[in-house]
């Protein structure tokens, strides 16, 4: 099978944009060159010659030599005028943008239908990590129970430091941005809205769910305290924020992102700084592990670079998922929990379907116990900033009205 040459138009030049051009100026096997590069930004000094940059996004999306869109720009809303533009155009298209495609994923699965036109975007998810093209193909017919994760290196690295370090969050939150690993304003990785995004797109391909981000319950690691985290250095734990898909009965799947405790017989516990891992179990293969970096220009670089190398084959995805199962998301299940507080008032017992620990001190008050996630999503106290809510290291999902 020959393969198609690739003439690329680049949408944005950031650390990614830059990573890519790299990585394709040392892959001279790849059948693949970029034509043209648009960004924003006027008088900004580049490593390359300017004669490769544009201003003006139709000088890409018109030009008929261009066959592929490469869209790497932080931009949601922007990035969703480019690629349904470039579609519409009957351009092959990949992108990094998660947030764009987890808000707008219905219409682009439907685009990618009516012009018949590939969409890739493995550098979306979890960066050197070719989690979507496994889902994809190697999961085709063994059929997935769950899948579970670490999806964001920013906070993996900030809550690596909390444990290896011994330090407050907030003092590793601002070592993370020091470093280049949160932004100045760090609301999208430290509220786990980010692995929302991608719990939104895997979900897709896991089990052919198609889902608003806004319908699936998030908590980040912004409410993190000192209790929770001595407790954790105390009984040799460390915290993570983690993705979880699990198929239940009949036809209903449960979805979340949660902090978590994880012991050290969990595989996730040595998963630490920006590296990603996700898990995956199935109904005749048990489980398989994925570990690779999460964050960084050539990690992410390399996952574009591979869509765009699976483009000149003519690879596109399937999603062979959605008509192999219909599963709707439930939030009847229950999970075993540690919410840490300051007001006795503020978290009822009753709440609870049982308390196997409750503790007090000046310096903060604890409840575990199992309890209802309908319940726990719909509290009056989970948005509380004095409350923090992680599962524990042995919580799962269940379904069982009693303990």
């Not at 999806?151 to 011994?166: E, F, Q, W």
């Not at 280049?180 to 391909?205: C, F, M, Q, R």
């Not at 995956?280 to 570990?291: L, R």
Request: proline residues 3%; contains cysteine.
């Amino acid at each position: 099978m020959g393969r198609t040459q690739i003439t690329i138009g680049l949408f944005g030049f950031g650390v990614v944009g830059f990573g890519l051009w790299e990585v394709l100026e040392k892959t001279p096997g790849l059948k693949a060159n970029i034509r043209r590069i648009c960004v924003k930004t006027h008088g900004k000094k580049r490593p390359i010659p300017d004669e490769h940059f544009t201003f003006d996004k139709n000088d890409i999306l018109n030009d008929e030599a261009i066959n592929v869109v490469v869209e790497l720009i932080d931009d949601a809303d922007a990035a969703f005028e480019i690629v349904s533009t470039a579609m519409r155009n009957g351009k092959g298209v990949v992108s990094a943008n998660k947030k764009m495609i987890a808000e707008h994923l219905p219409e682009l699965l439907a685009l990618q239908k009516e012009y018949a036109v590939p969409f890739l975007y493995e550098a979306a998810t979890c960066a050197s990590i070719p989690i979507i093209r496994n889902l994809e193909e190697y999961y085709d017919n063994d059929l997935l129970v769950s899948l579970q994760g670490i999806v964001n290196g920013s906070t993996n690295y900030i809550l690596t430091r909390t444990a290896v370090d011994g330090i407050s969050y907030n003092e590793a939150l601002a070592l993370a941005q020091q470093k280049g690993y949160a932004e100045s304003n760090p609301a999208l990785d430290v509220e786990g809205y980010d692995a929302k995004y991608k719990l939104t797109i895997l979900l897709a391909h896991a089990f052919g769910i198609v889902e608003k981000p806004e319908n699936i319950f998030h908590l980040g690691i912004q409410r993190l305290g000192d209790l929770e985290l001595k407790l954790a250095s105390e009984k040799g734990y460390k915290v993570k924020l983690m993705a979880h898909a699990v198929t239940l009965a009949g036809d209903k799947a449960a979805a979340f992102v949660l902090p978590q405790f994880v012991d050290s017989s969990n595989r996730f516990y040595t998963v630490d700084d920006v590296f990603n891992g996700v898990q995956t179990e199935t109904s005749f293969a048990d489980k398989q592990f994925f570990v690779g970096k999460g964050a960084g220009a050539f990690p992410t670089a390399s996952a574009v670079l591979s869509d765009i190398s699976a483009l000149s084959y003519d690879y596109r995805y399937e999603y062979k998922k959605m008509a192999q199962q219909s599963l709707s998301l439930t939030s009847d299940f229950n999970l075993e929990v540690f919410v840490r507080h300051k007001d006795d008032n503020l978290v009822p017992l009753e709440d609870f379907i049982e308390i196997s620990e409750h503790y007090r001190s000046v310096a903060g008050h604890y409840i575990v116990g199992w309890i209802s996630f309908e319940t726990l999503v719909n509290s009056a106290w989970i948005s509380s900033p004095g409350v923090s809510v992680l599962m524990t290291s042995r919580s799962e999902v269940r379904t069982e009205t009693r303990i």
